[in-house]
C-alpha cells in the first residue's frame, strides 16, 4: 500500500470551486487505486489581523479545517501571508504551519511520500517537511510557479534549492523541464507528467445546435482562463476588429475583469464580445463544442489543461509557441501556433475557419492524455521513490 500526502496550495474549496480543478481531479484519480491511500493537505493563504476580514480571505477563513472532500480527506489549515512583503517568507511560514498537523496526520495515516503539486511555496515547504519527517518528497511544476517565481529574486533561490533536494521531480511539460534545468536543477530526476483529460465529459458534438442553445450564429470563438495580463484575454479582444463576422466568449474571472470591459466597450465591441465570468467547470463541455475555435494568446504556459480539453471537444486551438503548445498542438488539424499579436491571430482564425478541421481529427491530437494514464505514471513515479530509499 503506498501512503501519499499530498500537499497543494493549488486545491477547490467551497470559495474557489474551480481553483485547481486538474490538481483535484489527478488526487481523486491515484486515490481510486486499490494500492493506494492519499490524504490531502490544502493550505489557506491568509493574512494576520483585520486584513483576514477582507472579502478575499473570509470565506477562507471560515473553511473547515478538515472535511471529506468528494470522496478524499482535505485538511485546510490556514498559513499567515503577508500581502506587502511578497512571497519570500511564504515557504517558511508554511512548513511551520504544517509542521504541527503533520504530526497529527501521521500518527493515524503513517505517510510514505509528500507529493507538493505546485512549487512555490509548497515545493520547499515540502523539502523541510520531508526532511522532519524522514520521508521522500516530490515536487510538481506547472508553469507560473517557475516562470513567474523562479525569475523572482527572494524565490529563486528557494526554488533551485528545494528542486535539488527532491527526490523526484515532475514537469507538466518537456518544454517546462528544459525550463527547470535551465534554472540549475537536475534534468535526471525530472519527469514529463502530462495532463489529461476526461474524454466522456469533453467530446465533440453538434456544434450548430451548441450555438443555436448559445443564441450564437456565425463564427464562434472561446477562451477560457484566468483574466490576468498573461493569459492574453486583451490581446485576443483586439483581433476581434479584424473578425467582424465573428463573436467572441470569454470564460473565467480575475483582476483583469474590468480593463478588459472597458476594451471591449471602446473598441464598439459589445455585441460580439461576451464576458462570461467564472463558469463551474462541468458547464465548460458545452461552450467548447459550440465553438470553432478556441484562443489562447498567452505569454507563458506550462501545458495549458484547456488546450486539451477543446482538443477532446473536437475544437482546434490558436495559442501562442510557449510552454508546452508542440507537444499538443502537434498536427494540422490540432491548430495553429502563432506570434502573440491581433493580426496574426486573426489570421490564423480565418484560416481555419475557412477550411475547418474535421472534429474527429481534432480530437485525436487528446487521446493520449487520459487520466488513466496520468494516474498510472503518477503511481510509478511516487512508488519508485520509496524504491530508491
Do not use: C
Not at 479545517?65 to 468528494?70: H, N, Q, S, V
Not at 458534438?205 to 443564441?215: I, Y
Not at 459550440?290 to 495559442?319: F, Y
Amino acid at each position: 500500500m503506498l501512503r501519499v500526502l499530498t500537499l497543494s496550495t493549488l486545491f477547490p474549496d467551497a470559495t474557489r470551486p474551480t481553483f485547481g480543478v486538474f490538481v483535484e481531479r489527478q488526487m481523486l484519480e491515484l486515490a481510486a487505486r486499490a494500492d493506494v491511500e492519499l490524504q490531502v493537505v490544502a493550505p489557506l493563504g491568509i493574512p494576520p489581523g483585520p486584513l483576514r476580514l477582507h472579502p478575499r480571505y473570509r470565506g477562507m477563513a471560515r473553511l473547515p479545517l478538515e472535511e471529506r472532500w468528494k470522496g478524499l480527506t482535505v485538511h485546510r489549515p490556514p498559513f499567515p501571508v503577508l500581502p506587502l512583503v511578497g512571497g519570500r517568507y511564504s515557504p517558511a511560514l508554511l512548513a511551520s504551519a504544517l509542521k504541527p498537523l503533520l504530526h497529527e496526520i501521521r500518527k493515524s495515516f503513517p505517510f510514505d511520500v509528500i507529493d507538493a503539486e505546485f512549487f512555490y511555496p509548497d515545493g520547499p515547504a515540502a523539502a523541510r517537511l520531508a526532511k522532519a519527517f524522514g520521508v521522500p518528497f516530490s515536487i510538481k511544476a506547472r508553469g507560473a510557479d517557475i516562470h513567474h517565481w523562479g525569475g523572482q529574486p527572494g524565490s529563486a533561490r528557494k526554488i533551485v534549492a528545494a528542486g535539488e533536494a527532491a527526490d523526484g521531480l515532475l514537469a507538466v511539460s518537456a518544454a517546462l523541464k528544459r525550463d527547470m534545468i535551465a534554472l540549475g536543477m537536475p534534468g535526471e530526476r525530472i519527469r514529463v507528467h502530462y495532463t489529461g483529460v476526461d474524454l466522456n465529459r469533453f467530446r465533440p458534438a453538434d456544434r450548430a445546435a451548441a450555438k443555436a442553445s448559445l443564441g450564437v450564429a456565425g463564427p464562434l470563438l472561446l477562451t477560457v482562463g484566468h483574466l490576468i495580463e498573461r493569459k492574453g484575454q486583451a490581446i485576443a479582444i483586439d483581433a476581434m476588429r479584424l473578425l467582424p463576422e465573428a463573436t467572441l466568449l470569454i470564460a473565467g474571472e480575475g483582476p483583469m475583469r474590468s480593463a478588459l470591459k472597458a476594451r471591449i466597450a471602446a473598441a464598439g465591441l459589445g455585441e460580439r464580445v461576451r464576458l462570461l465570468g467564472a463558469m463551474p467547470h462541468e458547464a465548460l463541455p458545452e461552450i467548447y463544442s459550440a465553438a470553432d475555435l478556441m484562443l489562447l494568446p498567452a505569454a507563458s504556459e506550462g501545458l495549458a489543461n484547456v488546450w486539451v480539453e477543446a482538443l477532446a471537444s473536437g475544437t482546434p486551438v490558436v495559442t501562442t509557441d510557449v510552454g508546452g503548445a508542440r507537444e499538443v498542438i502537434d498536427r494540422p488539424a490540432a491548430g495553429r501556433l502563432v506570434e502573440r499579436d491581433p493580426v496574426a491571430i486573426a489570421a490564423a482564425v480565418r484560416a481555419l475557419l475557412d477550411a475547418p478541421p474535421p472534429q474527429v481529427e481534432v480530437r485525436a491530437a487528446a487521446e493520449r492524455f487520459t487520466w488513466a494514464a496520468n494516474s498510472a505514471a503518477l503511481h510509478d513515479h511516487l512508488a519508485g521513490l520509496l524504491q530508491r530509499r
